[in-house]
């Protein structure tokens, strides 16, 4: 996730972008950037780092011009770096583009740029963007607009971008698709940013585009086009009612409620990873004798689903360990022929990096999924993988986990069909599934918000709370535990449900409240089992099962359903009503969810 922003009107463009980008810091802050046009002339400063200390060492207010773009940048293709923060220059310097976003492919469309002798001078995808544009416009003489157009043609993937050119200097041409992007609409300016946060205090008045639409935005108007037809758009402003911090939150009254909402976009994100990186991967995962997955926090629990993954979708058998325990426990057995796949959202967990510090003295190869470029783990990585969650800034994880099970079980796929280990109806039904995991994610959003803080406000005063699912939901009963535990203050537990006769039941009286996740999968008659042994001991019930699933249902105090979805998936769908049980919990036991108390976002010591 970056934010881009752009400002066309009276007032020197330079400093009221820079105002606006501190907004949408948020949003990303590994490097920063400004391009205006002023007297025929693109004017770039743009460098790594926080834009404040950019600020300090570039001036970015000195700016001349009224016209102008900007760039807040979370990496996802090139580490931090001067050359790879935005805005990207064409060859002629004449044209200026930023982007939010993913371009799947860009390797391609790099390789025939570079063959028609166009120089790329970083390692983003964006910059594929502005030598299109170049050569259709610059080269070929099109109108400026005309080469936007064809150039977005050619382009697959994720955006929101905006240009402004040498040639043009009283206009900003934007496109969206699958990356937001609004109009903040003023009287003798126009804003374009990828949220309102940027332009709110400004005015109130904004226009959200669509996907497959562009726009060209004047000081005085702008008109919408959409791109599959040429045809325009006619949009009115709607009138905000949001503050600037309501604004920075979406509505939302906290970041990790708003992160929960965001998981359809996190988890589309997530499907658009780079192939040849997967590839590599996947190579180098099936090399391994032993593979070890490796994470703490959520992202052990990742592991956790991601063994059942590797193990039920490619039949590989793979370990996964919490990362605090790996050195004195399986070290001895590290070698050159065990592959440690790490998993961390920051990329910096100190816990993590030890481990993999071991392992990389005893020669293992080392593998990474991680949401953040330039980290340590992408640096001592043989290969790794980005999510492209984006920065996530409530303390607990919710919609990096989802979108790191996203990439385990792409990788799982991509390890099963190396291996030919998977029918091709299987994979064809397995990769139908994945394209629909977003969608079916923003049905269970919508439904279980309220049913479950209704459930919360029932448990608000409890002592402690059982969660309990098999097979790859125990992995989802675990996390369901460690979010709930870790926003409400409130003890939980949680066991594979098999292991409940074995021991937890002892602690069952009338009302204790029992979570089961049932997904329709080969566990559930077993399940069905527990749940009546627990039922029998005057348990309370609380099931996330199918929505068809009436056995379950009748069974059951409270039920909640779930869309359909192929069994091995569910960890991905089945854990966000414990994520709202967790926000809810601790919205009504008073405690702040996005910062819960003793916990920071990244654990850098051992
Ligand atoms: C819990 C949570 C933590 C992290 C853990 C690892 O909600 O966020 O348990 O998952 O500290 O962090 P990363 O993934 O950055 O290595």
Wanted: proline fraction near 4%.
């Amino acid at each position: 996730m970056c934010g881009i922003v752009g400002y066309i009107g009276s007032e020197n463009a330079a400093p009221v972008l820079h105002r606006a980008l501190t907004r949408l810091e948020y949003r990303g802050y590994d490097s920063a950037g400004i391009a205006t046009v002023f007297n025929g002339r693109v004017f770039v400063k743009k460098d790594s780092g926080r834009i404040e200390e950019i600020h300090k060492r570039l001036n970015l207010d000195d700016m001349p011009g009224g016209v102008g773009i900007a760039h807040t940048r979370w990496a996802t293709h090139g580490g931090p770096s001067q050359a790879n923060a935005h805005p990207h220059l064409d060859c002629s310097n004449s044209i200026a583009v930023v982007h939010n976003g993913v371009i799947e492919n860009f390797l391609q469309l790099r390789k025939e740029l570079t063959e028609l002798n166009h120089v790329f001078k970083s390692k983003t995808d964006t910059e594929v963007i502005v030598h299109l544009v170049e050569e259709y416009h610059v080269r070929q003489g099109k109108p400026l607009l005309e080469a936007f157009l064809t150039a977005l043609e050619r382009i697959q993937g994720s955006y929101a971008v905006a240009l402004i050119s040498s040639n043009a200097a009283r206009e900003i041409l934007v496109a969206r698709n699958d990356a937001p992007l609004a109009i903040g609409v003023g009287d003798g300016f126009n804003f374009i940013s990828s949220d309102v946060t940027a332009f709110i205090e400004k005015t109130k008045r904004a226009v959200f585009l669509q996907n497959g639409e562009a726009a060209v935005v004047r000081a005085d108007g702008y008109d919408i086009i959409k791109l599959a037809t040429r045809g325009a758009v006619a949009r009115k402003p709607v009138t905000l009612l949001w503050d600037i911090e309501m604004a920075e939150k979406h509505g939302y009254p906290h970041f990790t409620l708003k992160e929960i909402h965001e998981q359809p976009e996190a988890l589309r994100n997530a499907l658009r990873l780079q192939n040849i990186y997967v590839d590599l991967l996947t190579e180098l995962l099936d090399r391994g004798r032993d593979i070890f997955l490796l994470g703490a926090g959520t992202s052990y629990h990742a592991c956790l689903a991601g063994s059942y993954l590797f193990s039920k979708i490619a039949r590989v058998a793979t370990y996964p360990v919490v990362a605090s325990e790996f050195v004195e426990n399986y070290g001895a057995s590290v070698n050159a022929d065990t592959v440690i796949l790490a998993v961390s959202q920051s990329g910096e967990t100190a816990d993590v990096l030890n481990a993999l510090e071991h392992a990389r003295l005893r020669a293992a190869t080392i593998l990474g999924i991680t949401n953040t470029v330039g980290s340590t783990l992408t640096r001592i990585s043989r290969a790794y993988v980005l999510q492209n969650s984006g920065p996530e800034i409530g303390v607990a994880a919710t919609k990096t986990y989802t979108a790191q099970v996203l990439v385990l079980t792409q990788l799982a796929l991509r390890l099963a069909k190396l291996r030919g280990k998977l029918a091709q109806f299987e994979m064809d039904e397995f990769k139908e599934t994945l394209v629909n995991i977003p969608g079916i994610v923003e049905v269970v959003i919508s439904r279980v918000e309220k049913p479950m803080r209704e459930v919360a406000e029932k448990l608000v005063d409890k002592d402690v709370l059982l969660f309990l699912g098999r097979g790859v939901s125990s992995s989802t009963a675990a996390e369901a535990r460690l979010k709930v535990m870790e926003l409400s203050y409130i003890p939980c537990i949680s066991y594979s449900a098999g292991e409940s006769k074995h021991g937890p039941i002892s602690i069952i009286d009338k009302g204790f409240p029992v979570f089961f996740i049932v997904p329709p999968d080969d566990d559930r008659k077993q399940n069905i089992g527990n749940i009546m042994e627990m039922k029998a001991r005057g348990a309370m019930i609380i099931a996330v099962a199918d929505e068809n699933d009436d056995e379950v249902r009748e069974l059951s105090d409270i039920f909640i359903g779930m869309p359909a979805v192929h069994p091995l998936l569910s960890p991905i769908p089945y854990v966000i009503p414990f994520q709202f049980l967790a926000y809810y919990l601790a919205i009504l036991r008073g405690n702040d969810p996005d910062k819960p108390r003793n916990l920071a976002k990244s654990v850098t010591v051992l």
